[in-house]
């Protein structure tokens, strides 16, 4: 594995494994990612302590892992790339986008790929996402997607973190 992550090669999504393992094919590039909006966050933990009037110490700590979110603007006004943040369907020869009846989270697995060939792999991911269309001269219609990593169930990891290989400067 190279040893910096940096910078954003591509973001691709797919279908969930059942299996809870991250899918071996059928993930697809999503389209465009707007600079700098990118990042992979985990949340804070939450500790609840509790204590005797006895001692100056914790007796106890329980703790929770904040959840990991994935956050990125894309710009990619494709049917394809709507479908698979909004859900809806491709019309018209994949020329045009029909909204679902009403706006969901999805589920699917996502992949963030680097400029040294390292991934991020979530083998599965509820993602939300809000249209934020500037319709002036200077603006630019975009997507703001979020994604909260799940558990992929049957104890499986819910990321992984590698490179490609070869990586791309030996390939």
Same mark, same amino acid.
Not at 110 to 119: A, C, E, P, S, T
């Given at each position: 594995m190279?040893?910096?992550?940096?910078? %954003?090669?591509?973001?691709?999504?797919?279908?969930?494994?059942?299996?809870?393992?991250y899918? &071996?094919?059928?993930?697809?590039? %999503?389209? =465009?990612?707007? !600079?700098?909006?990118?990042?992979?966050?985990?949340?804070?933990?939450?500790?609840?302590?509790?204590r $005797?009037?006895?001692?100056? &110490? +914790?007796?106890?700590? &329980?703790? @929770?892992?904040? =959840?990991?979110?994935? /956050?990125?603007?894309?710009?990619?006004?494709?049917?394809?790339?709507l479908v698979? $943040?909004?859900?809806?369907?491709?019309?018209n020869?994949?020329?045009?986008?029909?909204?679902?009846?009403?706006?969901?989270?999805?589920?699917k697995?996502?992949?963030? *790929?680097?400029?040294?060939?390292? *991934?991020?792999?979530?083998?599965?991911m509820?993602?939300?996402? /809000?249209? &934020?269309? !500037?319709?002036? /001269?200077?603006?630019?219609?975009? $997507?703001? @997607?979020?994604?909260?990593?799940?558990?992929?169930?049957? =104890?499986?990891?819910?990321?992984?973190?590698? !490179?490609?290989? +070869?990586?791309?400067?030996?390939?």
């Open positions: 190279a040893k910096y992550i940096v910078g %954003l090669e591509k973001i691709d999504v797919g279908a969930i494994d059942p299996s809870g393992d899918p &071996n094919s059928g993930m697809s590039p %999503l389209g =465009d990612t707007y !600079q700098g909006t990118a990042e992979f966050v985990m949340g804070d933990v939450t500790t609840t302590t509790h $005797v009037e006895e001692k100056d &110490n +914790p007796v106890i700590v &329980n703790y @929770v892992f904040g =959840d990991t979110t994935v /956050r990125f603007t894309n710009i990619d006004f494709t049917p394809s790339a698979s $943040v909004f859900g809806g369907e491709s019309k020869n994949g020329a045009d986008w029909e909204a679902p009846a009403a706006f969901k989270p999805i589920e697995a996502v992949g963030l *790929y680097d400029k040294n060939g390292n *991934y991020i792999k979530i083998p599965r509820l993602l939300t996402a /809000r249209f &934020n269309v !500037q319709l002036g /001269r200077e603006g630019l219609g975009k $997507v703001e @997607v979020t994604g909260t990593v799940l558990d992929p169930g049957n =104890d499986k990891p819910p990321l992984i973190i590698g !490179q490609v290989t +070869p990586p791309p400067s030996e390939a």
